[in-house]
């Protein structure tokens, strides 16, 4: 069974930086693709970036060259590098594999954008 925990998520002015943690546990984290998705409230969730076990990135429109997603297989972490950020960034971090397990599904992190 994967389990998560995300962590490094608070309040940042637009424009500005956050970079989320995301540690895994469970076997063989190196052989899962990796994914960051976010809840703003009201809204359904939604994937923003994905990483393979080689180090394949994929982005939403919405972040694509604002977001980096990484990962260190020695220390079975993900992380989101999130730059110029804008109120629409605001919601809820989760990660997960791609697809999504249900029972993975963390407790997040909020991310919130405003001045």
């Known amino acids: 069974q994967v389990q998560v925990v995300e962590s490094g998520g608070g309040l940042v002015q637009p424009g500005g930086s956050l970079k989320l943690s995301c540690v895994v546990s469970g076997s063989s984290f190196s052989r899962y693709v990796m994914g960051w998705y976010r809840q703003a409230p009201g809204e359904q969730r939604e994937l923003v970036a994905t990483?393979?076990?080689?180090?394949?990135?994929t982005y939403a429109d919405s972040v694509k060259g604002r977001f980096t997603i990484s990962r260190d297989n020695a220390k079975n972490t993900v992380h989101l590098q999130m730059n110029n950020q804008k109120p629409e960034d605001t919601a809820v971090y989760y990660c997960?594999?791609?697809?999504?397990?249900?029972?993975?599904w963390g407790q997040g992190t909020q991310v919130t954008v405003s001045s």
């Open positions: 997960n594999v791609v697809p999504p397990l249900r029972a993975t």
């Open positions: 990483i393979t076990t080689g180090g394949t990135t």
